[in-house]
């Protein structure tokens, strides 16, 4: 159960290699187990230089898939993980975890404790989920917060000390890297008995804590007889705990009003110590009906120091905030655009922003526009061939607003206009962007009362809430749209 | 331990750096440039290791092969006791050498005197804090183990071991090693060495287990000591399973082993044989090998033990999740199987688990469903498992790649009671069709995430095939077709990107390959894919892909519906070159006028050499489909009007070879090249290739020929050749050749097929005598195998006996025998030659001699004491002979000859008659 190497790749598309390696570290005394266990089958650990070829050419990141390959393009070459097999130095490396986040790809290989011939399945490698691990922890540490080249830089200046001390010999052995640069940091600290292995040090200081539930609802909306319009909400339950003593126990409970919508698909942070069975066993896949289970649901934990995600949940409220049709019909160089859209009366009125984004994608620039907004404002950017509706912090009072407009388009130039492969021709979205502070959809909340902590001191106890869209889409109902299985369910 | 003991115990000599230190008075040591570093060579800048290092890692093959390869490891070694370099330099430094032992120490001595050398710098470290400690440990645990030089007689481990131990259980090591404030992480980090040593050498911690416990029953770090103590006891178990040994109370022995005394290498000696996996996988595991049901502890061993594992597992959640997950699987790959240990002391552990979304706990619980089966988990929490994983592969809070991850999970679920064949990725049962709804493919997906899902719809196709389309519902069936239609419709977009062409045919395989027998999913699939053609010629490679690798249940159909789609189009556009390369692929004995008509209308278009090639290769697929009719014009006005010479030369052979050859060896002679097919002319290539086929090749004798039984009769004597084959064989021509010209040439015998077991008619081989005298014959044979190669081979030679030649007059008129027999005999002489001689007779007597030898010959009979033989030796000779007055034990025979030298001949045969009867 270890890793014998780990790459952090940037992808550079244009350059002539088509990417960097940034960082990379090799475990030699696993690679020598891997020689042993893996018999005639062993591939070594290539260099930096044949890996990076190797895998931006399997993961199609290179510039060149003009022309047919084999080896990567055969109906048989059939990938459907993010693991692996690279063709380097005339053996093929598997498996080979990998994959791509913000242009950055995320490599490394387990161990795998058997020989590679035939390959065993995935499962059964224990390597594998810890190379899973390894990666999003990598990420998580690069990304959390980071905002430019000169941090992201400086971050992974520290991966090389922070992998001593996470995973010195390639056994991972704790994924939270910011809690192994806290450790270096806390170095100086005695440590008492029992102190958990996921929490490196003490706090020291007034005792508070926060809990802000973030619900983000997606949406494919159709306006199609035969194909039902989908939504659902996303949430996200994060604490930030400062409480004195080794093992502060924290208990929150999440309340639902009565006409509020049930949580569904629950999954906890692993410092949650016990789960009730309905909280369980709680899923989106089964019917609703009353009798589903609908809170108060309670998670007992022991807080780490730093802000975690305690849970995330899914639901299936009745009816989506904003309800809207898009109608987008082509002629010639011209297209003819119709949306209207109405936001649920149930929903709170008050936004942080409201907009929604119209692509014309595979098209020339937008050269001339003629519209008509009944609310807002509209904002054409012409290179980019995007419409942006404004439509504020608040609805009118009929609660329903429409735009309609016709646009022209220029000529096409490749270069500019990425392809897209989705909207083609008359299929075509908008994209609801909106944020509403101090709700949920669910109606979800923490009492602040309900916050029960077995620590010395009297806590201060604060909590948030907020909706956020996320992959609003509302398609064009006069052309083809993609669809899923759930939407043919009628 | 003192601290002057423990990195001295049993080393070799200190080297020559700590000579330096001690062995110079201290001032005068602070007067020399520099410490130690410099007096080895010059010491080198920060910026010079840095430029070193980032060289090296750029190619470290490359760099060791260059002029300063040989010194670095050394260099590095020296460097650490710079005073110059900064910690922080040091530390890149160690870096280094935990990633690249094998480069820098290349061999077990080198290794092992870098491991000395690093503890000499480790134990000579000022007592103030500093960030090199905890790197040297580490650097000389990754010397010794990646090296190979851990072991009983390296002085380094004896020195290493002790000291990691002696760390690990919190005691004074001693002033060097820091202030009490790097106590703490040095014990973390020791744990961290022992574990991978024991890793590397399996047993090495055998008799610590009892230190390991009652130090995590105190107050030591519990994560590293919790690992260490699960390996160790893993491996201990499995090691004394095979030697068939118990614990032998090692859980309960006191204390380390005594300061400075041995360390006791009899269980990492036991366990080095057999590395051993630390999870082994699944399939592996269940061979008894791998087990440890052999392995019966005592009732107190097996309460100790149960104390042991519920001591870790009562703790775990104080470790991360990563290292619970380590726990969890060697935990339950150490008990699985072991009697009178019940899986139950993980069930507390389960339901916390379950609730979590962390990869590697999950997947930890997977392993332990896989190791336990129906003993941890009921049928109910085989269902819950079941939820929580489909819930986990499509929960929007997750990465993709976890969400792949945990399909995969649900196709190879180590089910209680699986029903389809191991190995195969399958729907476990529980899993029903509305858990999988939220699991559908959809266009929106990444490719890898669609063909995962596609896969699952695939499977549930398959169980949905029986079962009649629901009204309500709609069927996975039809959602697979508009998925498909979907992919195609992508994949047609010209300018598109090859990813989504490649992802349709991904997608198309591996439909064909899961649904292969459903004609209602493959009909439309037939159709798509030739419409996708249609409207995107340039996809040929992925057809010609695609054909290459399905069944014929798709294979078929989309042959025929793509040959219908380019030859019912003018073979003119500029799709024509992969017009060409699909029918290359498709063109076969069926409809040929058509594709024939194609070809002739679009030769005129083939203007370069790459058209015309494809063109021909077409011809070459028709050519070997046995299509002749209306080809042979084809390949003659090719062979004419192509502007290319190398094409018009490749039209001629080929019209050459459908000229000459039939069918069969026109399709082996055109069979795939064994030769590099890389070449530039395309007739070198080829040629290779049906070379081989139209040489004659020497081969062993495949058949027995002999002599048959004689057939006097007609002009000429024949011999009648009997033939018995070992494989069949076509075309055979036998020829043979008379030795010494006694006879004409022989003409050869065809014969068109001879098959094993199968009797063949008697050949008949007409010999035409210069003299009538016994000869041999050499046979060779030229025949066609089945594989088509025409061969020939060299037969035992074949022997014509003097009797072979013999003939008999034509009839005595009826009724004057006496007279025609008495008019032969009087003509032999004078120019012939008479003689008397003794033919000795078997208990058979002459009659029955007579009978079985000369009957045809017999002109005059009065049996059973008197014959008259008449015999015509071609050309033209007679031998004439008298038998008359047998007695018991021979008879007297007269004979006349026209051709004396006949003479021996005769006697010879007279006399070996009694010996053939």
Known sequence: ??????????????????????????????????????????????????????????????????????????????????????????????????????????????????????????????????????????????????????????????????????????????????????????ASVTHPQKQPAWKVGTYKGKPQVSISITEKVKSMQYDKQDIADTWQVVGAVTCKCDLEGIMPNVTISLSLPTNGSPLQDILVHPCVTSLDSAILTSSSVDAMDDSAFSGPYKFPFTPPLESFNLCYYTSQVPVPPILGFYQMKEEEIQVKITVNLKLHESVKNNFEFCEARIPFYNRGPITHVEYKVSFGQLEVFREKSVLIWIIGQKFPKSMEISLSGTVTFGAKSHEKQPFDEICIGGTAYLKLHFKILDYTLTGCYADQHSVQVFASGKPKISTHRKLISSDYYIWNSKAPAPITYGSLLL | ????????????????????????????????????????????????????????????????????????????????????????????????????????????????????????????????????????????????????????????????????????????????????????????????????????????????????????????????????????????????????????GLLVAGDMPAAGGPWNWTLAEEGDAHLQPQAPSWPAAEEEECGLAVLEPSPEEARELRAAVAQLLDTSYLLTPVAQAQLLWLLGWALRGLRGQPPVLFKPQL????????????????????????????????????????????????????????????????????????????????????????????????????????HLLCLLCAEDEEKEEKGQDWCPRHYLGELLAGLRQRAALHGGPRALATLCFQASYLVVHCLAMQPMVLTPLTHGLARLYRARPALAPHFVDLLDRVGPELGEPLRMALRQEVVSRPGRDEALRWHLQILSKVADGKAPSATLGFL?????????????????????????????EGLADLLQALARQLEDPDGRDRARLYYILLAHLAGPKLGVALGPSLAAPALTSSLVAENQGFAAVLMVQEAPAPMRLSVGPRRAAGPVPVLQLQVEVLEPLYSVELRFRVEGQLYAPLGAVHVPCLLPGRPCRPLHLPLQPRRPAPAQLAVRALFTTPAGLTCHAHLPPLTVNFADLFLPFPRAPDGDKQGFFEELWDSCLPEGAESRLWCPLGPQGLEALVARHLDPFVVVAQPPTSYHVAIRLPPASRLLLRLEAAHGDGVPVALRTDDWAVLPLAGDYLRGLSAAI
């Open chain 1, 1 to 186: 159960m270890a890793q014998r190497a780990v790459w952090l790749i940037s992808h550079e598309p244009g350059t002539p290699l088509c990417g960097t390696v940034r960082f990379s570290r090799r475990y030699p005394t696993v690679e020598k187990r891997a020689r042993v266990f893996n018999g005639t089958s062993y591939v070594p650990i290539p260099e930096d230089g044949p890996f990076l070829k190797a895998l931006l050419f399997e993961l199609r990141l290179l510039d060149d898939d003009k022309d047919f390959v084999e080896s990567r393009d055969s109906c048989s070459h059939i990938n459907k993980t993010s693991v692996y097999g690279l063709l380097v130095g005339g053996g093929e490396l598997w498996p080979v975890v990998a994959f791509l986040k913000n242009n950055m790809m995320y490599a490394c290989v387990p161990l795998v404790e058997q020989t590679l011939s035939p390959r065993p399945p995935l499962i059964s490698i224990s390597g594998i989920s810890q190379s899973f691990e390894l990666l999003f922890g990598i990420q998580d540490f690069l990304h959390l917060g980071q905002k430019n080249d000169t941090e992201l830089n400086t971050k992974l200046n520290q991966l090389p000390d922070l992998l001593l001390q996470a995973c010195p010999f390639g056994t991972l052995l704790d994924a939270n890297l910011q809690n192994s640069l806290d450790s270096i940091n806390f």
């Open chain 2, 1 to 248: 331990m003192s601290s002057r003991h423990a990195p001295r115990a049993g080393g070799p000599a200190p080297r020559e750096p700590v000579v330096a230190r001690s062995g110079v008075a201290p001032e005068t040591s602070r007067l020399h440039l520099g410490g130690p570093g410099c007096w080895t060579m010059g010491p080198l800048s920060r910026e010079t290791w840095a430029q070193r290092l980032g060289a090296f890692r750029a190619s470290p093959s490359a760099f060791m092969a260059g002029p300063e390869g040989e010194d670095l490891g050394r260099d590095l070694l020296n460097e650490l006791r710079s005073e110059k370099l900064s910690e922080q330099t040091k530390v890149s430094l160690l870096a280094l050498s935990l990633e690249y032992p094998a480069q820098l120490w290349p061999d077990a001595a080198a290794a092992e005197a870098a491991a000395t050398s690093l503890l000499d710098t480790l134990v000579l470290l000022p007592p103030r804090p500093s960030a090199l400690r905890r790197p040297l440990l580490l650097a000389a645990t990754t010397a010794l183990a990646a090296g190979g030089a851990l072991g009983p007689t390296s002085g380094a481990s004896r020195r290493l071991l002790p000291l990691l131990l002696g760390l690990a259980s919190g005691r004074d090591v001693g002033r060097g090693f820091g202030p009490a404030s790097e106590q703490r992480p040095l014990q973390a980090t020791a744990c961290e060495c022992l574990r991978e040593l024991e890793s590397c050498k399996p047993g090495l911690l055998g008799g610590c287990l009892g230190l390991l416990r009652s130090l995590l029953g105190q107050e030591g770090p519990v994560q590293p000591l919790s690992l260490l103590l699960a390996l160790a006891l893993r491996n201990t178990l499995v090691i004394q399973a095979r030697a068939r040994a118990g614990l032998q």
């Open chain 2, 351 to 454: 339901v916390r688990l379950l609730g979590t979304a962390q990869l590697t706990l999950l997947h930890a619980v997977l392993a332990l469903k896989a190791a336990f089966g129906e003993a941890l988990f009921t049928a109910q929490d085989e269902a819950l498992l079941l939820r929580r994983l489909t819930l986990a592969a499509q929960h929007p809070a997750l990465p993709l790649p976890a969400h792949l991850f945990y399909l995969h999970c649900l196709l190879n679920f180590p089910e209680n009671w699986p029903l389809g064949p191991t190995g195969e990725e399958t729907a476990p049962l529980l899993l029903g069709p509305r858990l999988c709804r939220g699991l559908l493919p959809s266009l929106l997906h990444d490719p890898s995430a669609l063909l995962a899902h596609l």
């Open chain 2, 600 to 628: 002739h209308a679009a030769a005129a278009h083939c203007t370069d050499w790459g058209l015309q090639q494809a063109l021909l290769q077409v011809c070459r697929a028709l050519l070997r489909a046995g299509v002749g």
